[in-house]
């Protein structure tokens, strides 16, 4: 591993998905030795034969990226960026400890909350991986975006001086991290905006108009701002990129997952009906209820985000879930 003070030199990316896929060539075009460990057999088998990854199929990988479906192999590098879903978090984590060296940190790059026992991904990959250097990235940024070379800022959050030398590691000329060390706060940010994407999504698959959109993302963050304020967060990190920002990303554009699933709900879909490339991949809806008890748990109301879980559950019609929210009492702002 590197001087303390200075940048990672190998970086290991564990998961070829969309996400995983655009960091490994963020980190390669920062100038670090990039490893990119693929889970499933046949993208390896794919992307070994110059057919690329259809998880990212526009993406050229560079010839000089190293391509592993050996999981001990990856592990060996300075600095591990975990890029699973969180609903796996735990499990892979699980998988992982062993291969772990002292000190070596690992990156969690998931965003949600485990169903079950509310934990926000940090807390989780805490407790799985008790004696690890933990961080967290997280922000506004679409694969494509990052795949192709696009301005992209991101916060990564961790305690003492990891953020920086992370920082360090994979900043390059268009990808910025922002260093924090509120793990909280971002992890929560990555994790809420999603449930509030689906909701715009939904406003917009109702055609109730921008006017309706903008307030229901303005009441959105509202909500967000709150729970964060209970669990401790900073309210500068909810303000920022890896909260508001991501959160406008999100809820704004239809290449978000979880803005295209609120929209084909708006339009009178079940859940079961959503289109099976979107359904299991926007985290928005395992995240819904998760979100809905972990803030329960907390003493915090959260009426957006309960109505979407209801909505999503099939508890709630579509009319009624935009009614409840219509109909609550007009209070300060």
Request: with cysteine; aromatic share 4%; net charge negative.
């Amino acid at each position: 591993m590197s001087d303390s003070h200075n940048a990672f030199d190998r970086v290991a990316i564990l998961g070829a998905g969309a996400w995983g896929t655009a960091l490994a060539l963020a980190t390669h075009l920062a100038g670090r030795q990039t490893i990119l460990w693929v889970r499933e057999d046949d993208v390896l088998a794919d992307i070994r034969a110059g057919r690329g990854n259809r998880f990212l199929p526009e993406a050229a990988l560079p010839r000089d990226m190293a391509i592993t479906g050996d999981l001990e192999e990856a592990a060996s590098a300075d600095a591990l960026l975990l890029v699973v879903p969180a609903q796996v978090l735990h499990a892979f984590a699980d998988r992982l400890r062993p291969l772990l060296k002292p000190g070596q940190p690992v990156v969690i790059c998931a965003k949600g909350i485990e169903q079950g026992s509310g934990k926000l991904v940090t807390e989780v990959a805490a407790e799985a991986l008790p004696h690890t250097p933990l961080a967290i990235l997280s922000g506004p940024s679409f694969a494509r975006d990052v795949a192709r070379g696009l301005p992209t800022a991101v916060t990564i959050a961790a305690e003492g001086d990891l953020a920086a030398r992370l920082q360090a590691a994979l900043g390059g000329p268009s990808f910025r991290p922002y260093a924090s060390d509120d793990l909280t706060g971002v992890a929560l940010g990555g994790a809420a905006k999603n449930v509030y994407a689906i909701a715009c999504g939904v406003v917009e698959g109702m055609g109730l108009g921008e006017n309706a959109r903008a307030a229901l993302l303005a009441r959105s963050f509202a909500e967000l701002a709150r729970l964060g304020e209970a669990l401790g967060a900073k309210r500068e990190t909810l303000m920022g990129l890896s909260g508001l920002g991501d959160l406008v990303l999100t809820a704004t554009s239809r290449s978000s997952r979880n803005f295209s699933v609120g929209i084909e709900l708006g339009q009178g879909k079940s859940v079961a009906d959503l289109s099976e490339p979107v359904r299991p991949l926007a985290e928005g809806v395992t995240t819904a209820p998760a979100l809905v008890a972990r803030a329960k748990a907390a003493g915090v109301e959260l009426p957006i985000a309960e109505a979407m879980a209801d909505l999503l559950s099939g508890a709630l019609p579509l009319g009624e879930a935009m009614l409840r929210l219509m109909r609550r009492p007009l209070t300060s702002e």
